[in-house]
């Protein structure tokens, strides 16, 4: 396992979905302003600690931005300190997150046998 | 340390502690194999610390970061003394069994509040007292080190200053507790174990003060020893410089870009009488030697042994054939001893492996058929029943203790020695990447999708200061020289904090710009601390149109 981080800037959308969900940054070198704090940081095993909010953050960045971009994505494994590549796999297991721009009005449609009984086929065609 | 030349702890403890300080080191770029061993701990809960000027690679994982002012590592380790010595977490027992010297210890670090380390070294007093307690607190904890400890004018006082945090806190000689110089190559332990330094014989026995040890090597070599120390690299190119070293055999080194203050090096190798370098490249100090000696790959052309940073010697075997005219370097050893007059005859690496086994006792029990069925052994293993030993000093914690006991050593806080100032501001900092090895001899001949070159590093607000963009050349100097490098904006540092690597001196010569301030007994220059000025380069003049007037270049 790797620490190696997206790098760009997530814009103030972004920043305040995943902070709303985690807290402010802590510190300049995960994502605060920088500073008075540039010689000190922590993390760690309480970074990593908040490893279950990683979807919670997922959720909250699709819901209020529409998608999830890799500058947001890189933003939240650096506050988590999850590598990318385990952040990525997650946001990409599940079809509802979009790791691409969206238009803003997403409609899903289930196929599934139960929603067709119900009348679901003709909104699909 | 207290004597011998190691790390006192195994891998395997290093996956099993509960807390790690990385001071001074960058292992997840400079020693990635070892970093594993620490992410494994990490993994299983372990916390990690990390002390270093730049916010690393190896920072990231830290559960802690102290990015000290450069040079402040006494600062940093005598406040967190005190810390523990006024919350009472010493280990009285411990101290007052198995070492000497606290009381002088403890008053000098007396004047070490909270405060004053705070404002030295610039990290906050908060984080310097919770990993002062969580360091005393803990069952199991050590201390790896690297360059950042080293490569500084006090190298051996910012040693001392790690070990009396161990002593203090009892966290040595125990399973999992320990102090661990992490080594820079596979075969650098080894290099000190078998002689290759100037006041010891093999196996760590001294050259002026063993004479016994001195009379054996005599005995089986027929041939005298001088009870003197040799000089070490700094001390050979101080006698260069007085004109008492006239020839130099070099053997897999490149002192002539590798060497702080790399002007001054290269001017006092061009004036010596005679250049013997043996190498499996030709380095630039090759280029200059009289006689080049092609010698062969030791991981893959040789056979022989290497001892890693565990103290572990391994067999190593030879897969292939030395090209060309290479040979194999004891068979250049000992061709050249016949030239000169002695018969060493033609041994196999195993015969000289056991001439060196029956003179150095810490390797007795290791023979090869021992080494390749146990999987190599940790020195010391004094005869053909012993195991080997997981760690060093367990004798400390015997009931009673055997052997002296070992000394707190009083160490004075020093800033380094290129101080700066108005003209040079900005403090320079020097060191490696993961994918490049020290001068480039060994790693420049293989692409690496990660290399992207020299660069000048710099803080965005330093980069913002001077109105230079990514990728724009500047021209750098210090008190010594002056080079030119493009500039890389690299957030992982602060402002007035600048580094760079000496792994391409082809391109840009690093060592042109640090300063050859050494400590006194290591004999390593200062690399980690240079004070430097960088300024924008004048806007390239546009070129002579077509038709003009050229002008002969002189």
Redesign the interface.
Known sequence: MDLRLIAGEPSAAERDAVDAVLGPPGSSWVGGDRGEDAQVARGGHAARSQRHLLLPVLHEVQGTIGWISPQALGYVCRRLTIPPAEAYGVASFYALFGLEPRPPLVAHVCTDIACMCRGSRPNSA | MFGAGGGTSSYQEVEETDLIFLWGSNARETHPIFFHHV?KA??D?A??YVVDPR?T?S???????????VGTDIALSNTMAREIIHAGLHNREFIDRATSGFQEYAASVEEWTLERGARE????AD?IREAAHAYANADRAMICWTLGITEHHNAVDNVFCLINLALLTGHVGRYGSGLNPLRGQNNVQGGGDMGAIPNKLPGFQDIERDGEARARFEQAWGATIQPKYGWHLTQMFAAMERGELRTIYVVGENPAQSEADAKHTMHLLEGLDHIVVQDIFLTRTAELADVVLPASASWCEAEGTVTNSERRVQRVRRALDPPGQAWDDIEIVCQLAARLGHDFGSPTSEQVWDELRSLSPMHAGMAYSRLEALGGIQWPCVDEQDPGAQFLHGRLWADPVTGPPAPFNVVEHELPVDELDDDFPIRLTTGRRLESYNTGVQSGGYSSPLRRGESLDLS??DCERLGVADGEEVRISSRRGSVTAPVRID?SL??GLAFMTLHFPDEVETNVLTIEATDPASGTAEFKAAAIRVEKLPLAQPKEQAGGVAVPAR
């Open positions: 992410l990490v993994n809960g916390r990690l916010r690679g920072a990231q994982w830290a559960d802690g970061w102290f990015g000290i002012d070294t610039g990290v906050p984080l965005p607000e957030d602060r402002p």
